[in-house]
């Protein structure tokens, strides 16, 4: 078990590459204030305490009777009759108790393992999402005041008699839907940053430090996809075929006969019409009890049971095993994906602002046109957007490939 608990302490997620100081102050906050992890603590310390329950014997039994109607014997009459009882389990019954006891607190504290990695891939997602969103607003205001000079610039034009009316308007009508873009992403935004704010338990208008930094490194480190037998998700299978192994052991320790032992007491009255030997003693007559389970059909179905939990807790861990491998190798897959966007995206932009550049110098001679213009300027924009997504999406990747990971 204490070894268990040092693996487990030992891959505790938080983002291995990207991450950031705020990041990682967000997922710690949220470990420690989460509603869903002190739930699954509370489990656990209950888990905890079945195991002190599992060592108390049965109650002890203690009955008193009075005699209504005293039997007479040749000592006396009989008064009333105490009798005291305590039934105790076979050999080593108690043992496979605390034990199977302890399997189940086992497992038990591998969820809480896996409820802090899903919590703290929870918190970089909602994070990575509150970037993209706020560089978004950016990149969206940047185009806005550069739809702005050129607003000027058409403005001079048509005054000169170098460009229509309609160019001016053109700028405008794509102003207004940015701005109407703009308006959008600021109510993703809030909505964002509640939920955000909920993960840490935090008051949903709480403010939310996120980095402008984030970036995709010039060289990123191949991976390949690892051996997933340490991971808590798997490590929780192994923990309750575990449990069911010393289920079973307890049902073999339960099918056996169980002993009682007890002692009967009976005051007795003296007896006044004649004097005999013992006259008047009591009674004490120590009781020895075995229960027997002689129709073991019970017993024999929970085994039953056990066989066929044993085998499905193998299948689903297969299952689930099946489910990471693929859900990291398609993690790796989108985070190589999203390096080629992000390189292509970047070439895409230098070249537009190459194109901008041009349309501008023909300003100067001016022969600018500003349908060009705007077309220029919405593949900007959208460049802009794709670059700003394949970072986001790069890092959703890492963290992802982080959760799966087991020695994180």
């Known amino acids: 078990m204490k070894k268990l608990k040092l693996l487990l302490f030992s891959i505790l997620l938080f983002p291995s590459e990207g991450h950031t100081q705020e990041l990682t102050s967000y997922i710690q906050t949220a470990l420690a204030n989460n509603p869903e992890i002190q739930v699954v603590d509370m489990r656990y310390a209950l888990a905890e305490e079945k195991v002190n ?14 005699f209504i109607s005293e039997p007479e014997t040749r000592t006396g009459a009989q008064r009333a009759r105490f009798s005291l009882r305590q039934m105790i389990p076979w050999f080593g019954t108690l043992t496979a108790r605390e034990t199977y006891a302890a399997s189940m607190a086992e497992a038990q504290y591998v969820d809480i393992a896996i409820a802090k990695r899903k919590l703290a891939l929870e918190v970089a997602q909602g994070y990575y999402t509150l970037f993209a969103l706020k560089e978004k607003q950016l990149v969206l205001l940047e185009n806005i005041r550069l739809l702005q000079t050129y607003e000027q610039l058409a403005l001079t034009s048509v005054e000169v008699g170098t460009a229509s009316a309609v160019d001016v308007l053109r700028l405008q009508i794509r102003q207004n839907e940015l701005q109407q873009e703009l308006a959008v992403l ?15 338990h935090r008051t949903e208008d709480s403010t939310v430090e996120i980095t402008d930094t984030l970036s995709i490194p ?29 289920a079973e052991q307890l049902n073999r320790k339960e099918a056996a006969p169980s002993l009682g032992f007890g002692l009967d007491y009976i005051p007795v009255s003296n007896r006044s019409d004649m004097n005999v030997s013992e006259n008047g003693k009591d009674i004490l007559m ?99 957007k794709q670059i700003i997504e394949s970072i986001t999406d790069f890092h959703r990747q890492t ?5 799966v990971s087991p020695s994180n």
Do not use: W
């Open 399 to 403: 963290a992802l490939m982080a959760y």
């Open 218 to 246: 010039s060289e990123v480190i191949s991976v390949e996809p690892t051996q997933l037998e340490l991971h808590p998700e798997l490590l929780r299978y192994d923990a309750l075929y575990e449990s069911v192994v010393q």
């Open 186 to 200: 600021q109510e993703q935004t809030k909505a964002q940053e509640a939920m955000f704010n909920n993960m840490l």
């Open 53 to 66: 329950e599992t060592n108390s014997l049965p109650n002890t039994e203690l009955t008193a009777g009075y």
């Open 286 to 384: 120590p009781m020895l009890t075995v229960s027997v389970p002689i129709f073991s059909k019970k017993y024999t179905s929970v085994s039953k049971q056990n066989q066929l939990r044993q085998q499905e807790l193998i299948a689903q861990k297969e299952t689930r095993q099946n489910v990471l491998d693929n859900l990291v190798r398609t993690a790796i897959s989108n985070r190589n994906s999203a390096v080629i966007r992000y390189r292509t995206q970047m070439q895409n932009l230098a070249q537009a602002k190459d194109a901008e550049e041009i349309l501008l110098k023909n300003y100067e001679t001016g022969t600018i046109d500003f349908t060009d213009v705007l077309d220029i300027q919405e593949l900007q924009l959208m460049f802009q």
